[in-house]
């Protein structure tokens, strides 16, 4: 008979053994990274180091941001790579809305202001990469990066296959443990995260936070 807690125990358990197998190969400048930069979107999100008062818009992008950083960050760890990307995909979409307040905070306002049709029709993904790109600022997450994103993660095609992050192309049903998988999923959470922290602190005030922030290596190139 199929049990269906008995699969759940089974999974439970390979994800663990997998967990522990990206701990002893992660590198340990990687993880602190991603630590730190996690306090700090989660001390914005609840306030933790002073309340500045009004709409907390800011704050709620910032726990969300946090929440979609954790939760990649625990897919990649189980070895979920394409589900973690899914989530980075969504982050890298709130990056470049990051990016259009900072460089086009009319038109960000214009986001903040405007009602859910508007918003689909104007502010969709490729219509925010556009805006940002008129007013001559930095695009987080380029067009190329996010249709990779969209077709690896996101969207199905005849062609899908899962969890495909190795040399032979072979696929995985489940967690698996694949370096390649793992380390390009890291370096792009720590990419987004770190614009995220210096993004939302930079918002409410209180650059103080990021201080000393240590800078991925992918900004440092």
Not at 12 to 17: E, G, L, N, P
Not at 198 to 220: H, K, N, Q, Y
Request: aromatic letters at 8%; a negative charge; one cysteine or more.
């Amino acid at each position: 008979m199929n049990d269906g807690i008995a699969m759940l125990d089974r999974l439970d358990r390979t994800h663990t053994a997998i967990r522990a197998k990206h701990d002893a190969l992660s590198n340990a400048d990687d993880r602190d990274r991603v630590g730190k930069y996690l306090s700090i979107l989660y001390n914005i999100s609840t306030c933790a180091d002073g309340c500045r008062g009004g709409d907390h818009m800011f704050e709620y992008l910032s726990g969300r941001a946090f929440n979609l950083s954790y939760a990649a960050y625990e897919l990649l760890q189980i070895g979920l790579y394409d589900e973690a990307l899914n989530q980075l995909r969504s982050l890298g979409e709130l990056a470049n809305l990051a990016s259009l307040c900072a460089f086009d905070n009319d038109t960000f306002n214009e986001w903040v202001s405007a009602g859910h049709d508007e918003r689909i029709r104007r502010f969709g993904p490729s219509q925010v990469r556009k805006l940002i790109v008129a007013a001559n600022g930095v695009l987080i997450v380029n067009t190329d990066l996010y249709a990779q994103l969209c077709e690896l993660a996101t969207h199905i095609t005849p062609q899908t296959k899962p969890n495909t992050h190795n040399a032979a192309g072979l696929s995985h049903v489940g967690g698996s443990v694949q370096a390649d998988g793992h380390a390009k999923g890291i370096e792009l959470l720590q990419y987004l995260m770190y614009f995220m922290c210096t993004s939302f602190t930079a918002f409410i005030g209180r650059g103080d936070l990021v201080d000393g922030i240590p800078t991925p290596p992918s900004v440092e190139a």
